[in-house]
Structure formats: C-alpha cells, structure tokens
C-alpha cells in the first residue's frame, strides 16, 4: 500500500513510501507518480504527503482535498417473476426512475433517488448466487424470468 510520495526542497516527485505484506517500508524512486485511488484512497496518500513545503498535503493548497465529495452508495437485486423476462436480450439497462430535481422535505430524506432496471449475463448472476447445488442450480434454470433493479 502507497503511504507517502515523497518529494525534494522544490517540490518535485522523488519517490513513493510504501508498506508490504509484511509492513515492511519501503522507498520506490521516481520522477513521476500518476494517483488513481478514487476518493478515499486518493485523498488519504495526498494528506499524508503532507511537509515543510505542502503543509495540508499535497494538491492542497486550497483546503478542499477530501471534502465535497459524493458516494456512491448502490445496491442491487434480482428476483424470479411469474413469465419470462429475458433480460438478457435487447439493452443492458433499459429503463430509469428518478426524481432528483428537487429537494422535497415532506418526503423525509434529503435529495432525490435513481431506480434503474439491470441486466446481466449467467456468468455474473452465477457469480453473484454463489454456493452450489440444487439451489443455486434452480436458480440458474430460471435466468430467463431474473428481472433487477439497482
């Protein structure tokens, strides 16, 4: 794991500081470093940069690493419907409610919300029920009538 980049007095990228499977430390030499660890990893390696030369960490300078960012919190489900679906035929995702216009505080919740049909293929339903045996092979037999949201 990535746990510190360290650079020179004029700040230019020397190297990264990272921990192996064991915690050991170690020091990778470089003349760039490309981060890519989404929000929360990303803005956990630049604070933790921080020096002399970049005291709130580094791409810091105004304040606002790690703040107003927005999760993306999903959760999906599939269920066995009376008829066949075959959602596997046609678009991926093919149909969408959603009210996120306005904030309507009678509803109790702030914000709006997003429902969206999903499809997927046998491998990722298989996937996803996991186990074996004759439950997880009804299941599958019924990949035909699987309807989901997300």
Known sequence: MALKINHDDHGT???VVYADSYGNLHEQKTRAVCVAGNVMETTRLLHNSASSFFPDGLANSSGQLGRNYTRHMMFSTLAIMPGEVNFHRGTRQSGFLFD???HKPERGFNGGYLIETVATDPVTVAA???????S???YLANYTKLGGLW
Do not use: N, S
């Open 136 to 138: 997880a092979a009804e």
């Open 13 to 15: 990228v020397k190297g």
């Open 100 to 102: 996120e216009q306005y």
């Open 128 to 134: 996803a029920v996991g186990g074996w045996g004759e």
